[in-house]
């Protein structure tokens, strides 16, 4: 499974952005899709998951409320809508893809493939 992300850039507090996330080659066995991001100087973190049976989502504390996560299964692609952005936002976020139902959604090392990143800044 190759990743692709995408939609990130400048986006001042109060804010949206749309990431998006595009999957192609054997997106038949993908189980579930995450959206990680990493700040300077900070480990990853998780921020959202997507299960590509139902689309039932999982989002951080952080993101509650303020990201939302859907997919176009014609493009298998997801997108994260992030709105009300603030500084903490900051980061570059990652987009990944777990092949099985290991549990855990949210640490990393649960995932298999990865795309390469977006940088994702937000002034204040």
């Known amino acids: 499974v190759q990743l692709q992300a995408s939609g990130g850039g400048l986006a001042q507090a109060g804010g949206s952005l749309r990431l998006s996330c595009a999957a192609s080659?054997?997106?038949?066995?993908?189980?579930?899709m995450g959206w990680f991001r990493q700040a300077p100087g900070k480990e990853r973190e998780f921020v959202a998951h997507i299960r590509w049976s139902d689309e039932r989502s999982n989002y951080a504390d952080s993101a509650k409320g303020r990201f939302t996560l859907s997919r176009d299964n014609a493009k298998n692609t997801v997108y994260l809508q992030m709105n009300s952005l603030n500084a903490e936002d900051t980061g570059v976020y990652y987009c990944a893809v777990m092949r099985y139902d290991r549990g855990g959604y949210g640490n990393p090392s649960r995932y298999d493939y990865w795309g390469q990143g977006t940088l994702v800044t937000v002034s204040s």
């Open positions: 080659g054997r997106t038949f066995s993908i189980y579930g």
